[in-house]
């Protein structure tokens, strides 16, 4: 087989120098009942030329984006990955190394770490970022629970309406063991689109641990951050912004910049493809004074023997290796290469490029929006987006299963997670859409209302 | 590229640049200047100042304070230098024990990227995704036929997420039948992630004592069991290294008691074709697909670590289940029991194309012989280095080993002298000071994709450091003195902590 | 990996390992064993045999003797160790002069990578063929328009298969003109490969002198013309980094006498949008896709040659010729006055798709600012260290200058000291000892995509190399000691050959 | 433009550096006239999504081999390439890096060819190979030229007709403008498809250069090279053999055992895509004593400084930067880079890997031949064959042409380029032909005939 080095000579010697004379006797101490029953039945191993015969097929049931015009978006946005990107995440050096444990062998991953921790920083607003989580949505449940660890005595986590299912069931799964948590659910603004502000204004009292909050939300929808943190803080509880579409943040002001206390989000858009939901990479960010609070690893900048700058996971008594049950969360391996993606990602784009690509998103759901409505659809929420909007439909699941069919994947039926939005179609636009695809997009939707 | 001196542009340099450290590389931030861009857009400007009409100044941000202005060369560079400074299991010998660094076979990478997988969005219309849904339902099937369990779940991101998974699932069955037991016995031996996720999962940590050889005797757990006990979170073979003896006994108990077991497959490696932990009466299984399916680690994942359950378990697995509907396959989140989601989506794909694509490149034998082939490896590299590296147990190794030595005593080099003199030797070191109940505990997990030649030259490595040691222990206390940089000092950091960059240097 | 130790497997080593050097990498043929294989075949062995008896054994070898056996692990770290030990433009600076080493888009390798281009067979049929025709005909428009000439032939493979093309299309003009005229002139400055092509195409090369300054002057040229005069072979800007100040003059002359203008066009990273080799009068041109549009250098090539040519000599370009038939792009090897073909198919596709890549990236004013600013980086460097290292020419620098030093007289420190010294502050040297009119030439060659900060560096290291020379010329002479290995000897390898493995060692 | 660093401040510091205002001011030196004339009219930059988004749209426009099935061969040939090959040749050090001038900074490259030199030095049963030429076709050019030197008071070059057209039209042009060769096409056994033996003895005399022979031929036919190159021996003159397929060498008797003195090739198989026919890899193999007389890059091993193995580029006195107008070839820039794929895929095939390739090759080429033969259709030609054979049918570009409308790429028809043989289809059959390929190859045949 050839990924075993193995020879029958080395094998023999091997078991030589161990003083016995079969393989199997090296497991002999294992029961026997257990060894009788183990053998795996699953085909024969293949050659490379066949395990890739297998996988392309496999892959050519897919219709993927490429295949399509789509403008699917819900969590997981279709953007432009510069080759550069790839070719940066695939040195065996990065790919092929583990957790930093050693920094003289791993100056590459934790230097580019906390380059990659800076960058949140900056995009956030706030001062210390962690090296990763898994995705948006743990990160946020992640940082509920860091909530806690800075406000004890406090039990309600307000989670908006408007914040992706996803992340609010996982939010929810996180927290389902820990009796001392109660969470509460912000109704949305039915005209906005947004977190209903007169709802949370209710919840807001001296039990309230934090608010969790889209930004944008679910619909796409730019939420009132700042005057919801203010409510929060207001309250003495913390205010949490979760962005799933990162990019926003190269135009939009930054979470911290508003008064969240601890930034979240699903970094996918720099530079991972969506590739069927993962991987893709949560980031935490937080005030520097509640760094011993966050979850994740944490690189820091040091020095060597010789004085010469280096860099080092640090701050380790906060992790489940050092601190086993008293850890902040259990988070061992995260998304470190994700991360390198988005680092490599963010300094192509640069300071100008960022602003300038989120600039364009928003040109063109803009646009797109507006051939919509001069084509007679409706938009659902009156409040501000990004590059992703709702539209009102009588059938969404008639009409984007008639797209589907003609190549144009033309967005997502709300219903299916909002029943009282039975009639919204979430549509998100990036740079990946042409001014076709627009056309296109308008014509399924309009010509078959 | 050393970091950027001020040079006075038509002047010749002030000082003179340090010694020559051509690996140097300066942050990302300190080789912007301002209007560099490593991407061109067309009309990006005007787009930004269009956007920023629409929504208006009270929404925008001015700036990007610090971010990074370099060119696409500059860009490429930049993190093609990093990468040299790294060591990684393609290039180096990387036994670090409990992590399974076996070869990441390249073709793998090659399918993730196929377009009909990578641009495949996650909310595809699931009719025009059966080729990923295929892949999947294919995976968990395999999954489940190696590990003995009924059903599998792909969702969690890691192994310690498949923890959380697992034992939220023992809470919510416990639930179900009316109990609610507080407790989950973890032996000493135990990873880090075992009581970090029991803590998560809202249960107490009994920690039950392995014995001197190094493993779980079923009397300690029969000792340790009582009504308020959930569970025992157990890994096998544990992370000594050997394979739990009484594992059968021990689930006979637990399952007499109404407890459940809970097997961190983390160290599957070693039980492939070999012992399957559903036969050992596991009632879940977390596996690492980083480790024994040789998905790349990334210089820390992103991972997958799947959660395998016996049937009585099934309905508790988290949400989306994929189900058989109309002749295709369907994501089905209708199932009351569940314990819910654990993140967003269905799970990280890529990797699980990568494993699904390792699977079936070895089929059942392959794997059976590589666990045959991983201990082989572990008990001669054990065997080789007994004299000067006695093994922490007298019982025999799995997959990996645990050594220690008495070199602190007698000259005070330390493991982590050791560790970082292999570095020197071009060897990645094992483990160290875990598990934690060894002292200076070296553990080594060599991996069936290694060469004896590899073996015997890390081998005659260790050898050769212990002679050192003895003789001459500044140079291994020194060590390394062959990377670019020396011994990094890891307190200070700490002590001090810098976590980002700024502007002001 | 180090050589191979030979260990008896259960005891300790004999020898203890040398030094560390965790950098060195066995040949690949030391790394094998019999039985290992890096590759599965399904009932290969079986294949053989029945191949073997299909053949008869008078036809078949027994054994492939000496052959590598290697795991795929292995050979895979094998190549990646040996890459690490090159130096490359990605990674570091590398001014190597007449090179053109700019930084090569990774997009473009993606795109040559395509299945629709990789996997296209080079006989099929036309028709099916259409995007590839359509891109080749686009690339000759292309460098017909950035070169200034009428039509190109994409086919030769390098530079120097461009010259012998140019070179056999004067002779098939000559010979259609009824004259046989045998000499072609070429520069003292030139290029090894314009004699060696010219002899190839059967020409008696007539040396130039270049004027103090180091370019060629029209009464140069005008006193070596005469009827047997067939060529002159030109490089402009030339080797000493210098724009040809009277090539239009000597165009003329040449024309007058009935000889033709050959313009080596490896310089032409200068002349983007500031002049074109067709204006100046040129009757051919070859270019190296290779330097001046990007295509990755291999460690030396795959390039391709193109060769562009005015009107007059388009009959002779080798066969075929992408014609438009029926609406469509196909292949005409029906061309009597064709000098035929240089190799086989069409050319180095692979590159061509890369530098297309490169064109439309750049668009006619990315390349003529290209050009600027790569005689910017030239001007400036050269600038900067004209007090330690003087200018070969007083003549203004294109693209790249050519510098000279005193410091052999002065110290015993050559040339190539200072380029061994140049590698351990992380720089590739320069081009050295050449071109041969320069005692101890550094031509030095920056190229666009350099930044200043690089520049700065690199100016820094060539004064301190300088100032260290005078301080300490030993530390020069000993250079490079940073990299794995030191100095090496050149001289054995050429006295005493060992040009292959041999088992015996 | 992201491929340009310079920015305005950049600009403005170097050229006051330099005591210029303009950038075009560095340029003023060149003859106005030419500058005016200058710009180059071309359209503006692209980003790379735009130059992506081309690029694959024209690689849409052709119809790959992926996409049909194909038994083309003709001097390339279809095989399947590693991933690791891949992986290897996409290092940056590799790709990036120049000619190994510089060895200290290039033991990578060296080491390398070092391997490779020996792996064709094995795989031809000669001496001494050198570091790669451009293809097939210019090797055996050079391999002619070479001949000459060691010879050169001999003018005849037999060249055997069933050399690859392309092959035989390379020399040609590579021996045209030197007066000293006298070209000689040796014909074809119209039987056997291989080089008419008869012939060939009658021109072997005195003037013989050297016999030039395709092993195996333009037919796939296996040339009885021994014999040949016995009778060049006799009338003192050099057998060359030339190899397409050079998969062939791992089953059939080396070259170099059955007398060739020079053996040259085509290594595109060796871990290549056909990518519309270039770059492959030329190789040349010779004896040890003729290495002075070889053309083109030689690595040698020795020692540095501190007496470790090194390599470097060596014996360069043959070379045109220092022989200049005497050197042994023209040749500067090879194919390095394709070497080093040929290097890495050898060392994945292996002894076994290789020899059992080529038997599947054998194997699978003679079921295609069965098939055929069962379905009616003759052979046209007797000679035994490796991978490739010669069909005859009464109509070849018709029975093309409606095999390339299903979807089969069923050969190449001889026609081309040998009007003697205008029955004959030329069919490749490779390890990636499947049974069911075999079945369409005869169903489009020998159904349509
Ligand atoms: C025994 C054991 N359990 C659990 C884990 C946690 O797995 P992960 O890092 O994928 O979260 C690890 C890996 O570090 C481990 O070795
Ligand atoms: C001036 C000049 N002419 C010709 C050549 C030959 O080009 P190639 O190496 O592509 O054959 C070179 C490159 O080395 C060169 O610098």
Known sequence: ?449 | MTEAKKLTPAGAPKTPIASPDSAAVALIFEESAPGRRGIDLRGGAASAERAAAILGADLCRDDLEGFPEVSEPQALRHFLRLSQLNFGQAMQFYPLGSCTMKYNPVLNDEMAALPGFATLHPLTPTAMAQGALELMVRLEAALAEISGMDAVSLQPAAGAQGELAGLLMIRAWEARRGGVRRKVIIPDTAHGTNPASCALAGFEVVVAKSNRRGYLEAREIQRLLNDDTAALMVTNPNTMGIFEPEIEEIAAALHTRGALLYLDGANLNALLGVAKPGDMGADIVHINLHKTFSTPHGGGGPGAGPVAVKRHLEPFLPTPRIVRRDGAWDFNSDRPDSIGRLRSFYGNFGMLVRAYAYIIAMGGDGLAEASRLAILGAAYVRKRLAERYPSASAAPAMHECVLTHDLEQRTGVTTLDIAKRLLDFGFHPPTIYFPLVVPGALMIEPTETESRETLDRFIAAMEQIYDEAIADPATVKRAPRTLRLGRIDEVTAARRPILRWEKSG
Chains 1, 4 share one sequence.
């Open chain 1, 1 to 449: 087989m050839r990924f075993l080095p193995h020879t029958e000579t080395d094998v023999a010697a091997m078991l030589a120098a161990l003083g016995v004379a079969h393989l199997d006797d090296l497991i002999a101490h294992v029961p026997a009942g257990l060894r009788a029953r183990a053998a795996i039945r699953l085909e024969a191993g293949r050659t490379e030329a066949e395990v890739a015969a297998e996988l392309i097929a496999l892959a050519g049931q897919n219709r993927a984006a490429g295949e399509c015009v789509s403008f699917l978006g819900g969590g997981y946005y279709r953007h432009y990955v510069p080759a550069a990107v790839r070719a940066i995440t695939a040195r065996a050096e990065f790919a092929t190394s583990y957790t930093p444990y050693q920094p003289e062998a791993s100056q590459g991953t934790t230097q580019a770490i906390f380059e990659f921790q800076t960058l949140i920083t900056q995009l956030t607003g706030l001062e210390v970022a962690n090296a990763s989580m898994y995705d948006g949505a743990s990160a946020a449940a992640e940082a509920v629970l860091m909530a806690h660890r800075v406000l004890p005595k406090r039990a309600v986590a307000a989670v908006s309406r408007a914040l992706w299912p996803d992340y609010r069931a996982t939010i929810r799964t996180y927290l389902s063991a820990l009796g001392e948590f109660e969470l509460v659910e912000v109704p949305i603004d039915a005209a906005t689109g947004a977190t209903d502000l007169g709802a949370l204004e209710r919840i807001c009292g001296d039990r309230l641990l934090c608010t969790v909050t889209g930004y944008p939300n679910a619909f796409g929808v730019i939420e009132p951050l700042g005057q919801i943190a203010a409510m929060a803080h207001r309250a003495g509880a913390l205010a949490i912004a979760v962005t799933a579409e990162p990019l926003a943040l190269g135009l939009l002001k930054a979470p911290g910049a508003l008064g969240a206390d601890i930034a979240v989000g699903e970094g996918q858009s720099f530079g991972m493809p969506v590739q069927f939901g993962g991987p893709g990479v949560g980031f935490l960010a937080a005030h520097a004074a509640q760094v011993r609070q966050m979850p994740g690893r944490l690189v820091g900048q040091t020095r060597d023997s010789a004085g010469r700058r280096a860099f080092c996971l640090t701050l380790a008594t906060r992790e489940q290796h050092i601190r086993r049950e008293r850890a902040t969360s259990n988070i061992c391996t995260n998304h470190s290469l994700c991360a390198l993606a988005a680092t490599a990602y963010l300094s192509l784009m640069g300071r100008c490029g960022l602003r300038e690509l989120a600039g364009r998103n928003v040109e063109l759901a803009h646009d797109a929006l507006a051939m919509l409505e001069a084509a007679g659809l409706r938009r659902r929420f009156s409040g501000a987006f990004f590059n992703e909007f709702t539209i009102a439909h009588d059938d969404p699941a008639r009409v984007l299963a008639a797209a589907a069919e003609h190549g144009v994947l033309a967005g997502w039926a709300l219903g299916h997670d909002y029943p009282e939005l039975g009639d919204g179609i979430l549509i998100a636009v990036t740079e990946l859409n042409s001014a076709s695809d627009l056309e296109r997009l308008c014509a399924t939707l309009a010509g078959a209302r």
